[in-house]
């Protein structure tokens, strides 16, 4: 079965703060991407890693950088955690193509920045 | 640029009753077309998909066609059951890209 798992469900995190956010996939996919989600917004797209060790931004990746050293994980890095940072967060995965490929989404992590 | 755009929620309905969540979007060229469901606690889960002008995608009862000319892609249930209550998001994939750009999402409740 299909499985993409998030290091933590919930985090409590304050103004400064480095934070790390893992996710790891099991399928051998080369694509994983992450995403944040707030109410009224939908998911927006942070950034997304189209193999290891290769990047690209997404639509709002200030604040945030990301680690691709291994195919089955990539990290999202809360350099200096902020409060409008706090959020839901959103990993995913799909294999490596332009098609129309199904992305396989994580359990989130909600992320509270005091 | 693309983007998408669904009906503010929540929307409530009783047990069997028809449901319709409205999506329109707007993108270059001819876009993937996506329903993806969240269950509470859950991650996202698709729903359906569409890749061409009328296609239709259906899984789970539910349905949604792929409309070019009103750039709608709208996702419909003859009888929805209490177990369907969830967020329901519209998403798209224009050709060449890999992410997807999703809408706000709608929140369905269904009352027994």
């Known amino acids: 079965d299909v499985k993409v798992t998030q290091s933590s469900r919930y985090l409590v995190k304050r103004t400064g703060e480095k934070v790390f956010l893992e996710c790891v996939q099991d399928?051998?996919?080369?694509?994983m991407f992450w995403y944040r989600q707030d109410p009224g917004l939908g998911l927006r797209l942070i950034y997304f890693s189209y193999d290891v060790k290769m990047k690209e931004k997404g639509d709002i990746p200030e604040g945030y950088s990301v680690s691709r050293e291994k195919k089955e994980r990539f990290s999202l890095i809360l350099e200096s955690a902020s409060t409008n940072q706090t959020s839901m967060y959103l990993c995913?995965?799909?294999?490596?193509?332009?098609?129309?490929?199904?992305?396989?989404f994580g359990p989130g992590t909600r992320l509270l920045v005091l | 640029g693309n983007s998408v755009t669904q009906m503010e929620g929540p929307v409530t309905l009783s047990e069997e009753a028809f449901l319709t969540i409205n999506c329109t979007y707007t993108a270059t060229g001819y876009p993937s077309l996506f329903w993806y469901v969240q269950y509470p606690g859950e991650g996202l889960q698709l729903l359906l998909k569409a890749t061409k002008a009328d296609d239709k995608g259906s899984n789970k009862g539910f349905e949604a066609t792929y409309r070019k000319e009103t750039t709608s892609f709208h996702l419909e249930k003859g009888s929805v059951q209490v177990s369907d209550s969830a967020v329901y998001f519209c998403a798209l994939t224009p050709p060449g890209r890999r992410a997807l750009t999703f809408g706000s999402g709608t929140r369905l409740q269904v009352q027994p």
């Open positions: 399928m051998d996919h080369e694509n």
């Open positions: 995913a995965s799909r294999q490596k193509s332009l098609g129309v490929e199904t992305q396989y």
